[in-house]
Every structure is written in C-alpha cells, then in structure tokens.
C-alpha cells in the first residue's frame, strides 16, 4: 500500500525532522555540523525556503521553515541526499545515513508556530546536553538574538513576532524562551 502523500501548500511553515539510522550520530564533528549547514544554506537558496528556526542534535535535527512553493519533499530529498553523501563519503560507508522518510508536521495557527519553534532550540536543554538555549552551538538561538553572525541565513518573520523594534523582539523572545527552560 503506498504512503499517503505530505501535505505540501505554497507558503506553508512547516516543523521538519530527519533522524540517522537505527538512531546512530549523524554529525560526529564540527566539521560535519558545518558542512550539514552550509548544504542547509543551499537548499534555502535553491528552494526558495525561509529559515527560522534550526537545531542540530547528535542524531537528528529540527528546521522551521516556510516553503514559498510546494517543495518540502524536493528539499528534504536534496538536503538529506547531498549530506548522506558527504558523510557516507567522509566516512568510507555506504548505505543509509538517514531512517525513513523525514517527519513533517504543517504549521497552522500562532500558537503552534511558537511553540514549535521553543521546542526546537530548548531540544538541546531537554536532552541535558546543555543549561540554557543560549548555551548550545548548533541552534539558530545566538543568531536570532545578534550574538553570532554564524549559520544559515535567518528569516525575520519569527523574531518581530515578538516586537516592532529588534532589540524589543530579542528581549521577549529570550524571556519566552526562558518561561520554558
């Protein structure tokens, strides 16, 4: 029986998850985390996908972006493809990099947008791999509140959610942020 197919709109933001294999680390070093994010940088160019959110875990890792077409499965497809090349290359593996087929869940109101993009840089924290967002590397955290310039270009849109003027946006969106740690 074939899978049902994704829900794909133009414009859609969409909270997408992709895991290694048997649940096995798919980044082992920064350099890894640094080639996954510039092929991410590419795929947002290539797709035309707004960036704004991401996290990468060990094994796995979040994006919250807004597909201006309906590319999610192209993109995902070209994003894990490239990697699990790169890496099987590195490595000297063949097979599989990534389990299944990505996850994707379509945004549909505020509050689902907020809490999905809180989920994703506190994913860190709930694992204990680290105290507070600001504290872990891999997250798009710093860079939404100015203190790295580093990683994928990021949309705006989340953070004037959270005020008009930037630094007012940065103080709520950390306080939000923080309500949850």
Not at 30 to 36: A, M, P, Q, V
Not at 37 to 43: I, K, P, Q
Not at 160 to 180: D, H, K, L, M, S
């Amino acid at each position: 029986m074939p899978r049902p197919l994704r829900p794909q709109v133009p414009g859609g933001i969409y909270h997408l998850v992709s895991r290694g294999v048997r649940k096995l680390p798919i980044y082992t070093d920064d350099l890894s985390r640094r080639r996954f994010l510039a092929l991410l940088d590419e795929t947002l160019g290539r797709y035309a996908w707004e960036l704004h959110s991401w996290c990468l875990m060990t094994n796995h890792f979040h994006l919250l972006v807004t597909t201006i077409e309906p590319t999610v499965s192209e993109g995902m497809q070209y994003l894990n493809g490239c990697y699990a090349e790169w890496y099987d290359w590195r490595h000297g593996y063949e097979g599989h990099v990534f389990e299944r087929r990505f996850w994707s869940d379509l945004i549909e109101t505020d509050y689902h947008l907020f809490e999905a993009a809180r989920y994703i840089v506190l994913n860190p924290v709930r694992a204990n791999l680290c105290a507070t967002a600001a504290d872990w590397n891999w997250s798009s955290y710093r860079k939404t509140m100015g203190t790295t310039t580093k990683g994928p270009e990021l949309s705006t849109m989340l953070l004037y959610e959270f005020g008009r003027r930037v630094q007012t946006a940065r103080v709520n969106y950390a306080a939000f942020i923080r309500a949850a740690e």
